[in-house]
């Protein structure tokens, strides 16, 4: 038992210590009731803690909004915030968009819900919600910006290359491509992050997913 | 009691107590995170001009997901010492502060659509500061100040200006560190 280990090392390392310590006065009684209590409380700590360091590895759990592929948390820059954003925002030095900015949106996965991979090729287009100015930037797994040719890793609304409707297309591929091109990472999976700044009415509120730009598969090729 | 059914009460009771926590870890981390942005803002506190923390580009930056189009300032304020003004030139681009604390999170935003005359100027007190402000005021000649009651006594401005090109952003970055966060004495 471990107890009688405890009682041992005690004994073995007494020596060592001072010498008002006296292993002889230890008495021990096995008693199941001591060790459970010490159970229920290692159990609650480690399951509380776990728990928790866990929730904080990820997304906020709830008030999340899923547009399409893109996600968002419009409470997130709010004094709304829930406890878990609030604890996520700190854990991640993180500054949010506040409600009176904007809104930031993040998709990590394709109009069909496959993950983003730097193998494959992209087309995102052709409609943004109504805002002032609107970035849209690629970020990769670990989320910094990837290095590219153009030294480029994001369009602004201002820069786009625009169809005649006023639609636009914008390219992700590894490879050269005519038109709004990113260039996506070397490899590994990337995210895309829309930003809408200063959009009319409050942000977070009127969204739907038809406004939002598309995130389409085109191919995957090595 | 058999041991078995004490064992089961005591699992239980694990499980309850791992609810509370997790609840408390999760409100006190906040309180307790050493990494997160209020920290380190907190070093440009004497600071009379906001401090570049993300430049446009994106370069080296703590702070998470930088948009490479948008300059990012920062100054940090604390009201023991007075209420807080901030105050930028607006011009073509986006400008935008927001106003956070440590805990409580965001408490507002204002964007350069408010601005009077290419002027945005706010000013943070306390509860206790706005109530002394508005009792000094002069009747005939009210102040036109915006004032904004913060949730704590400490927090930090985030300035965001806009570089919709590549060409703006020299001129964004300058904005930006531009914006004026200054302590008004006490009357």
């Given at each position: 038992?471990?107890?009688?280990?405890?009682?041992?090392?005690?004994?073995?390392?007494?020596?060592?210590r001072?010498?008002?310590?006296?292993?002889?006065?230890?008495?021990?009684?096995?008693?199941?009731?001591?060790?459970?209590?010490?159970?229920?409380f290692?159990?609650?700590?480690?399951?509380?803690?776990?728990?928790a360091?866990?929730?904080?590895?990820?997304?906020?759990?709830?008030?999340?909004?899923?547009?399409?592929?893109?996600?968002?948390?419009?409470?997130?820059?709010?004094?709304?915030?829930d406890?878990?954003?609030?604890?996520?925002?700190?854990?991640?030095?993180?500054?949010?968009?506040?409600?009176?900015?904007?809104?930031?949106?993040?998709?990590?996965?394709?109009?069909?819900?496959?993950?983003?991979?730097?193998?494959?090729?992209?087309?995102?287009?052709?409609?943004?919600?109504p805002?002032?100015?609107?970035?849209?930037?690629?970020?990769?797994?670990?989320?910094?910006?990837?290095?590219?040719?153009?030294?480029?890793?994001?369009?602004?609304?201002?820069?786009?290359?625009?169809?005649?409707?006023?639609?636009?297309?914008?390219?992700?591929?590894?490879?050269?491509?005519?038109?709004?091109?990113?260039?996506?990472?070397?490899?590994?999976?990337?995210?895309?992050?829309?930003?809408?700044?200063?959009?009319?009415?409050?942000?977070?509120?009127?969204?739907?997913?038809?406004?939002?730009?598309?995130?389409?598969?085109?191919?995957?090729?090595? | 009691?058999?041991?078995?059914?004490?064992?089961?009460?005591?699992?239980?009771?694990?499980?309850?107590?791992?609810?509370?926590?997790?609840?408390?870890?999760?409100?006190?981390?906040?309180?307790?995170?050493?990494?997160?942005?209020?920290?380190?803002?907190?070093?440009?506190?004497?600071?009379?001009?906001?401090?570049?923390?993300?430049?446009?580009?994106?370069?080296?930056?703590?702070?998470?997901?930088?948009?490479?189009?948008?300059?990012v300032?920062?100054?940090?304020?604390?009201?023991?010492?007075?209420?807080?003004?901030?105050?930028?030139?607006?011009?073509?681009?986006?400008?935008?502060?927001s106003?956070?604390?440590?805990?409580?999170?965001?408490?507002?935003?204002?964007?350069?659509?408010?601005?009077?005359r290419?002027?945005?100027?706010?000013?943070?007190?306390?509860?206790?500061?706005?109530?002394?402000?508005?009792?000094?005021?002069?009747?005939?000649?009210?102040?036109?100040?915006?004032?904004v009651?913060?949730?704590?006594?400490?927090?930090?401005?985030?300035?965001?200006?806009?570089a919709?090109?590549?060409?703006?952003?020299?001129?964004?970055?300058?904005?930006?560190?531009?914006?004026?966060?200054?302590?008004?004495?006490?009357?």
């Amino acid at each position: 038992m471990d107890h009688h280990a405890i009682l041992t090392d005690s004994s073995a390392r007494a020596p060592a210590r001072a010498t008002s310590i006296r292993p002889a006065a230890v008495s021990f009684r096995f008693n199941p009731t001591a060790l459970l209590i010490v159970y229920a409380f290692l159990l609650a700590l480690g399951l509380g803690l776990g728990s928790a360091y866990w929730v904080l590895k990820g997304d906020p759990p709830f008030g999340g909004l899923r547009l399409g592929p893109w996600e968002t948390w419009p409470k997130l820059g709010s004094a709304d915030a829930d406890p878990y954003m609030r604890a996520i925002v700190a854990k991640r030095g993180q500054v949010p968009l506040a409600t009176g900015e904007g809104l930031s949106l993040t998709a990590k996965t394709d109009n069909e819900g496959r993950r983003l991979e730097s193998g494959c090729t992209y087309r995102i287009g052709s409609v943004t919600p109504p805002a002032r100015l609107w970035t849209l930037t690629l970020y990769d797994g670990d989320g910094r910006l990837p290095a590219s040719d153009l030294g480029r890793a994001s369009f602004t609304s201002s820069e786009i290359l625009r169809n005649q409707d006023d639609t636009f297309t914008i390219t992700l591929a590894r490879t050269l491509s005519a038109g709004n091109w990113l260039q996506l990472p070397p490899n590994g999976p990337f995210s895309v992050v829309l930003r809408l700044y200063d959009m009319p009415g409050a942000a977070g509120t009127n969204l739907v997913a038809g406004n939002f730009p598309v995130i389409e598969r085109v191919g995957c090729g090595s | 009691m058999k041991l078995r059914n004490r064992f089961l009460l005591a699992t239980l009771v694990g499980l309850v107590l791992a609810g509370g926590v997790h609840i408390a870890a999760i409100l006190a981390a906040p309180h307790f995170a050493q990494q997160d942005a209020f920290e380190k803002i907190l070093p440009t506190l004497s600071a009379e001009q906001a401090q570049i923390i993300s430049a446009p580009g994106g370069g080296n930056t703590w702070l998470p997901l930088p948009d490479p189009s948008v300059a990012v300032a920062a100054c940090a304020f604390d009201l023991e010492d007075g209420p807080s003004r901030i105050s930028a030139k607006t011009g073509a681009p986006f400008l935008s502060f927001s106003f956070h604390t440590k805990t409580d999170g965001v408490f507002f935003a204002v964007t350069d659509r408010a601005a009077v005359r290419g002027d945005l100027e706010i000013v943070i007190m306390t509860a206790r500061q706005l109530d002394e402000a508005r009792a000094a005021e002069d009747e005939n000649d009210p102040s036109r100040d915006v004032r904004v009651v913060a949730p704590e006594r400490r927090g930090f401005v985030i300035v965001r200006v806009a570089a919709p090109t590549p060409s703006l952003r020299a001129q964004a970055e300058e904005a930006a560190k531009a914006v004026s966060c200054t302590v008004d004495e006490e009357p």
